[in-house]
């Protein structure tokens, strides 16, 4: 009998500690996660200006951190480049290494696509980045024809028409998580950056020689920092009139 009690109590006793032992590790994982969150928390902002000092839209800024952690937003699987008045949209499309890029020809003539690695890389013949197809045009009252290319690597992709000369933009396959583009403003805004060291570097489709990336140290205060590229970019035409009539001057 007495020997059953005690059984019991022990039983008892057994499970207050597990019950202990659960909150306990609750308690530390909050406490852990509050943790990762205080040091998860650097904000940094980067303005890239060209080389007169004016703010550059369509750059994309990359930085890379010694820390395992990654954006709250990761960067997309899937995007979409499609063809419009003559022009890829957007210009430039940042994805993570492995994501499919669907392009879509929204033009109601046809466009003869071809991808490339961008940079010095673009004159070598072995490409392994490169690819080419054809999208007819798109007839009124129908989706447009589309293509979808995954970008198995980290590196950037030059895109372009084999038909229309002037048809160009870029994929960004960022191999660090933290990438951003440049808004109109020439400002790309990162708010969960892990603290420590980083390294930011900048890329723009004019800036054929990279430029010297910047050394940093992130905190919980803001950081804000100026990039400026040794180049002027031509600035991108406004797109033509979506009218279903080709434009004379392509
Ligand atoms: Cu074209």
Known sequence: ???????????????FKSIFTI???????IFTLATATFSH?????????????KPTPDAVVMV????????????????SASQASMQFIPAVTIVQPGAKVSFVNNDPWEHH???????????SSNDENGFTFRLAGKSAGSAGKASVV?????????????????????VVV???????KTDANGVATFTDLPD????????????????????????????????????????????VSTSTEKPTFY
């Open 150 to 170: 995954t970008m198995e690597k980290a590196g950037v992709v030059l895109l372009g028409c084999h038909l229309h000369g002037s048809m160009m933009g870029h």
């Open 23 to 29: 909150k306990n590790i609750a308690t530390q994982a």
């Open 174 to 180: 960022s191999d660090t998580p933290w990438a951003v």
């Open 113 to 123: 696509v071809r991808g490339s690695a961008a940079g010095a890389a673009q004159f």
């Open 64 to 79: 890379v951190t010694s820390s395992v952690s990654s954006p709250k937003t990761p960067l997309p699987t899937t995007a």
């Open 1 to 15: 009998m007495m020997c059953r009690k005690i059984t019991f109590k022990g039983l008892l006793m057994l499970k």
């Open 41 to 53: 928390a650097a904000t940094l902002s980067v303005n890239v200006v060209d080389k007169d000092g």
């Open 196 to 239: 420590g060291a980083a390294t930011v570097k900048v890329w723009h489709a004019a800036q054929f020689v990279d430029l010297k990336p910047m050394q940093t140290t992130l905190s919980a205060t803001p950081a804000q920092v100026k990039m400026q590229l040794s180049v002027t970019p031509r600035r991108r035409a406004a797109p």
